[in-house]
């Protein structure tokens, strides 16, 4: 008998109907002898609703009051699947963040998981019935209602999992697990069966849109065993485990691609000491991320600097940068939005040279200007021109041997 | 400074409109130097939103889960109402059931309030906030949350100002006020200024739909002034309060029918001991609640059983009463669902011999035949044929000095 937490996203859960079928699939992982904790987001489409009702009201909505709203919507859900449950003729109980006693910080909107309290979840499990449990939700010490922020529900689901010591969790969701890269662009795209959490640690934070990368961080630290896999086929999805339960890793697992950043570049900004931080602390201030910097020294005492940020954040940053560019003595500062960052992860990298410019290689074969380029010990990421996009993607997931089936490559 | 509860129902707080202006109205309050708990309810129609989708599921609805998804209704409307008073420039902060501790027992879809702690509630009244907390729902020893049933949030309102030593608790509802009888059909009908318990908790009992009879009874308890008035407009509405506040009461207060009965009756049972449970614990075992019942002896060992059920109850009643009055020797089961119960409710009846006769003497003289009749020290009811409604309310209405102000009448 083995214990599995298993979650299910808003589109799994968005009808009536679609609640019956999730209980009718948990029947059966009772009838196979297991213990089963079901972690359930809110009905697709209700927390959109409830969002625009606090808008209607307040302008900038009080944070606590808005936990307190959104938290209905993963509560209707766990109630109706518990009666599903109960009327396909098990035994289920639905349990809120507060009665588990799922404790976080108290950052509304964005709280921190600090603890969870597993025995009553245990009893009930050890009475044979399903748990459903509220995702996304949370209680602090004093009792306030939290959420946990985007993708709180996966990372609900991998908490809880660490916390009873399940031996898998699995994220149910609407595509059939973790590809190659993405199948809409490239055809060649396949399923992987296996990858590390690096690995997908990577992918989530490049753009692979299936796991929330936060939830993949805890799954990593708590070596929850964590199984992505469709609601609506029996299919075995993408494992995500240790790096040593992996007996030969892929020199590259994976392409992504990310079209949600521009790019922008301080010309000319006299090269003294603190310069960086004098652009860049305004930009924080203001609460907005920047991914890749590179600084290019163009001649003596004058240097470049380059960098990217969300591309719905390009037209205040600009805004901002035309006054910092005045005060530093810069010369001018340009932008470009039509820009696509595409990556390549694979953990094999660690033990292999020469994958950066076997990519740079492809990439120029093919006619593409890299404008910028960052490394990790596991990734290599290229910023290039949109347009690009597909025909970077197929021509390195060729290239990379990843239209093949799932083995090894050899050593080129 | 005084303490004052208020309680506005589903429409009343219907739209994000209409709790900006509830918002409104509370800030008033404020603002003449009053401390306030503001009790809400769902959004008018989404518990039987949220009833549709568990039917959707389970046949039955086990009652544990139906509260767990019941009572995210009113868990919006309080995070949403904390919202507005926050826009409109005041504090607030909204409390669940189980936060406040509204303690209950564990009778799911019907709980009843044990204990409800109050230091929670004060210290942010005391703080400056207005208060808002989730009506019709609290919490079990256990943790469970449970609601409270039909206007359980009037129930929470009035338990909430006895628990808190409220000076009032104000029902913001759709009508003005307690009417004298119902102005749909008697256009003399005049709004109730002052009215005792005992005479609402008669009119509330005998279909006057304004007040739940169970709140009625717990402000009566506790003795909480209650005030039943318009979300509307400004005007004062109806208090309901202890009868020593009424300087001179009424001989009649207000005028009730209810159509929601139908009458049956088992002719020539043998009249022997023991024959009203075999006829009436049936019915009880059914869940079937009578409420007048009339035994006539007919003739030597034989009597005439008749009473009255809800008629939503009807057709069950008579399928359960064919077999039992064969087995019982019956002669036979008649029943009429085209029946109306008038009722006169009034204090001033304890001390004035006659009113019953003289409600007999008007029907008579408007040619209305009288099928049964009950009394108690403060009302006096009878079964007519439904078709007299009508005449029957506007003959007492006038007859009892209704029609004139609110002044007492002469004695006749």
Not at 28 to 53: F, I, R
Not at 349 to 359: E, F, L, P
Request: charged share 25%.
């Amino acid at each position: 008998m083995s214990l599995i937490v298993c979650k299910f996203g808003g589109t799994s859960v968005g009808s009536t109907e679609k609640i019956k079928n999730v209980a009718q699939r948990i029947l059966k992982y009772q009838e196979q002898g297991h213990q089963v904790v079901v972690v359930l987001s809110a009905m697709s489409g209700q927390t959109d609703k409830l969002l625009g009702m606090a808008a209607d009201v307040q302008e900038i909505p009080d944070l606590r009051e808005m936990d307190m709203l959104l938290s209905t919507g993963e509560q209707v859900t766990i109630a109706l699947f518990a009666m599903a449950v109960k009327a396909a003729g098990s035994d289920a109980v639905s349990l809120l963040g507060d009665q588990v006693r799922i404790q976080t910080d108290a950052m509304h909107t964005k709280a921190r998981i600090n603890k969870i309290d597993t025995e009553l979840i245990q009893s009930h499990l050890d009475a044979g019935k399903v748990v459903t449990i509220a995702g996304f939700q949370g209680v602090t010490l004093k009792g306030d209602i939290t959420t946990l922020g985007r993708g709180g529900s996966d990372t609900t689901a991998v908490a809880l999992a660490a916390a009873l010591h399940a031996d898998a969790c699995e994220i149910f969701t609407d595509v059939e697990g973790v590809f190659t890269t993405d199948p809409n662009i490239c055809n060649k795209a396949r399923k992987i069966d296996m990858i590390t959490y690096d690995e997908m640690l990577e992918l989530a934070s490049l753009g692979a849109k299936v796991l929330e990368i936060r939830s993949v961080g805890l799954a990593k630290r708590y070596r929850v065993p964590l199984h992505v896999r469709s609601t609506f086929t029996e299919n075995e999805g993408t494992w995500v485990v240790e790096e040593d339960k992996i007996m030969e890793s892929m020199l590259v697992s994976g392409i992504t691609y990310n079209k949600n950043e521009a790019r922008i570049t301080v010309k000319k900004v006299p090269d003294q000491p603190g310069i960086a931080s004098k652009i860049f602390l305004p930009i924080s201030d203001a609460g907005i991320l920047v991914d890749m910097i590179i600084q290019n020294t163009r001649e003596s005492h004058m240097t470049d600097m380059t960098f990217t940020v969300m591309r719905n954040d390009y037209a205040r940053t600009m805004e901002l940068l035309k006054k910092v560019a005045r005060d530093i003595g810069a010369e001018s500062v340009t932008g470009d939005e039509s820009i696509v960052k595409i990556s390549i992860v694979g953990v094999g990298m660690r033990n292999h040279s020469g994958i950066a410019s076997t990519m740079f290689q492809i990439m120029a074969n093919e006619g593409i200007n890299l404008m910028m380029i960052s490394t990790s010990e596991i990734k290599v990421s290229c910023v290039i021109e949109e347009k690009y996009t597909e025909l970077a993607v197929r021509a390195l997931h060729s290239a990379f041997a990843l239209d093949k089936d799932n083995m090894p490559t050899e050593e080129e």
